[in-house]
């Protein structure tokens, strides 16, 4: 089982000390927040560590599936950046957000905004397959302002474009899915933390309501060999996270 842990736990720090942390946890991976405060990464830092790594490309001010042209290719111009760096260090995976939408879009063109996000997610899917980088697209959870919440929709899409899925636990269970009813054969990473069904709150394991235990059994019973990504809020919370999954699988 790989396990590896997000550095949105540290991310008012600096990388380092995230690094150094997950390092000395034991944990063999480490999933990199590709925004602000860590835009800049450098490649000679990552090497110091016994780390393998995933890429979180940016979501703070990006969107894809943008209606404003110059936005949405600056937004895609970002995320291609994240996966010249997958290439750069031999990144397992780059996670993706397919896009926002905003309340006058949500009213008018809901349609428009995800042949937007669907154009764009293909042309991501281009460039990191040319590159021998595997992209996937993240569920987003229930907020108004997330596409792409319908995990069936997402898969079906991604099944068409040969693409991959990152599995957000906490996000599947904020919209309602029931732990057998959010795997799909797209799923090739997967983001782990808890939350009670009323908030996407990436508690540490075991201290929300998911069946955090069948929904894993379930994906080890089906051969997934991915990343299990701890994407929890603090430091804390990724050491008990870690003992979680250690004491159960």
């Avoid at 927040?33 to 110091?48: A, F, G, M, N, R």
Wanted: net charge negative; charged share 25%.
């Amino acid at each position: 089982m790989k396990i590896g842990a997000s550095t949105l736990a540290g991310i008012e720090y600096d990388l380092k000390k995230s690094l150094e942390f997950i390092e000395d946890l034991g944990i063999e991976y480490a999933e990199l927040v590709h925004q602000y405060p860590t835009e800049l990464i450098d490649k000679e830092t990552l090497e110091s560590y016994k780390l393998k790594y995933s890429i979180h490309a940016p979501f703070m001010d990006v969107n894809i599936a943008s209606l404003q042209e110059q936005s949405r290719l600056n937004s895609i111009a970002q995320i291609k950046n994240s996966i010249d760096l997958a290439n750069e260090i031999n990144a397992e995976a780059v996670v993706v957000h397919p896009g926002t939408i905003s309340f006058l879009a949500n009213k008018f063109f809901k349609k428009e905004v995800y042949e937007t996000a669907n154009n764009s997610i293909k042309e991501i899917g281009d460039y990191a397959k040319d590159l021998g980088v595997m992209a996937t697209i993240e569920n987003m959870p229930n907020f108004e302002s997330m596409i792409y919440q319908n995990m069936e929709d997402l898969n079906n899409l991604l099944e068409e474009n040969e693409m991959y899925m990152t599995l957000d636990i906490g996000h599947a269970n904020h919209v309602g899915y029931s732990a057998d009813g959010m795997i799909f054969d797209s799923i090739k990473h997967i983001h782990v933390h808890d939350n009670f069904g009323d908030d996407d709150s990436h508690l540490p394991l075991d201290e929300g309501s998911i069946d955090l235990k069948h929904i894993i059994d379930n994906l080890e019973s089906k051969n997934y060999d991915g990343i299990y990504i701890l994407e929890v809020n603090d430091f804390d919370s990724i050491k008990k996270s870690f003992e979680y999954m250690k004491k159960n699988f």
